[in-house]
């Protein structure tokens, strides 16, 4: 928030950017469509803790050929990488109050987080799986940022999140999902 007040008014002006994120949360919040009331919570929890990323890593796994396991590992790495950077160091350096808090939503989660909103991890590890196991399977991107879209909009959707914190645990996601190829190169 601004320390500047407009005349008259005791109430500090906000940036623009937090303006939007509310009014893009209190609309997310006011949608009663089918999809944001059942499908987005659903799809919120399984993506906890990595749980939706662990399968999936498994199935490629299962698959047997060495590039999936490829796609596996490397997903795998970027999530762990993601996960820390937004988790532990971005969340550890904000204290970003979720919307939750101050903005009725329709289909809330069962257990809220308490984490500082600020980034999304959720997000994070979800684009850092897509792009990480993108870059040795390149016909699983489509598909992969796909499913990272629909979990950062259930985050948004269940009001945990901002729509900027989605932006920026997708941005940390993906840069550690590209980070992996500084220290493991793509095979030809």
């Known amino acids: 928030h601004l320390a500047a007040a407009r005349p008259g008014r005791s109430r500090p002006l906000k940036p623009p950017i937090a303006a939007l994120d509310r009014a893009a949360a209190r609309r997310a919040a006011a949608s009663d469509s089918w999809p944001s009331g059942h499908i987005l919570p659903r799809l919120s929890r399984l993506a ?12 490629l796994w299962a698959t047997g050929t060495r590039q999936a396991r490829r796609a596996a590992w490397r997903g795998l ?37 308490r984490s500082s909103s600020f980034p999304s991890g959720h997000a994070a590890n979800a684009a850092a799986f897509a792009i990480g196991a993108a870059i040795e399977m390149p016909s699983l991107a489509a598909p992969g940022i796909a499913l990272a879209s629909a979990v950062g909009a259930s985050r948004i959707a269940t009001g945990v999140h901002y729509p900027s914190d989605v932006l920026a645990g997708t941005a940390i996601g993906a840069a550690a999902g590209l980070a992996t190829l500084r220290w493991w190169p793509p095979r030809p």
Not at 48 to 58: I, K
Not at 78 to 103: D, E, F, H, Q, W
Request: net charge positive; hydrophobic share 50%; aromatic share 6%.
């Open 48 to 59: 906890d803790h990595g749980f939706l990323w662990m399968v999936l890593a498994a199935a």
């Open 77 to 113: 790495g970027s999530v762990a990488a993601a996960s820390t950077a937004a988790n532990v160091i971005g969340k550890g350096l904000t204290s970003r109050r979720r919307p939750y808090a101050a903005i009725p939503v329709r289909s809330r989660l069962r257990r809220v987080p």
